[in-house]
Nanobody, 124 residues
Framework: QVQLVESGGGLVQAGGSLRISCTFSGGPFSSYAMGWFRQAPGKEREFVAFIGWSGFGDYYQDYADSVKGRFTIYRDNAKNTVYLEMNRLKPEDTDVYHC??????????????WGQGTQVTVSS
C-alpha cells in the first residue's frame, strides 16, 4: 500500500527559506511522477510544482507562475523522497502543502496517492 508522508513544514519569516520533504513507501517510487499542491481550509487546492520523467533520460519540472523562480522541486530516487525547496517566501505562501504521486493516463497525469500535508506559515 502506497503511503506519502510530508515533513519539514514550520514557521519562517518573509524572505526566508524552507525545504519540505515527502517520503514515498509501498510502491515503485521511480515509476511515479510527483507533485506538490497547497490548500488552506475553505480554499481550492492549488498546483505548486511537478516533476516527471521526460522520456529523454532525465526529469523535467513545472511550476505555478506564483512560485516560479523561487521554488525548486527535485527528487532522490535512492531515498524515495521528493523535495520542495522554497526561497524568498511570502506571507501568501502560507498554506498546507501536500505531495501527490501520479501516473500518466490518456495524455494526462492522474494523482492516485496523496500525503496528509505539512503546514508552512510565513510571517510578515
Amino acid at each position: 500500500q502506497v503511503q506519502l508522508v510530508e515533513s519539514g513544514g514550520g514557521l519562517v519569516q518573509a524572505g526566508g527559506s524552507l525545504r519540505i520533504s515527502c517520503t514515498f513507501s509501498g510502491g515503485p517510487f521511480s515509476s511515479y511522477a510527483m507533485g506538490w499542491f497547497r490548500q488552506a481550509p475553505g480554499k481550492e487546492r492549488e498546483f505548486v510544482a511537478f516533476i516527471g520523467w521526460s522520456g529523454f533520460g532525465d526529469y523535467y519540472q513545472d511550476y505555478a507562475d506564483s512560485v516560479k523562480g523561487r521554488f525548486t522541486i527535485y527528487r532522490d530516487n535512492a531515498k524515495n523522497t521528493v523535495y520542495l525547496e522554497m526561497n524568498r517566501l511570502k506571507p501568501e505562501d502560507t498554506d498546507v502543502y501536500h505531495c501527490a504521486g501520479g501516473v500518466r493516463r490518456g495524455g494526462e497525469y492522474e494523482y492516485d496517492y496523496w500525503g496528509q500535508g505539512t503546514q508552512v506559515t510565513v510571517s510578515s
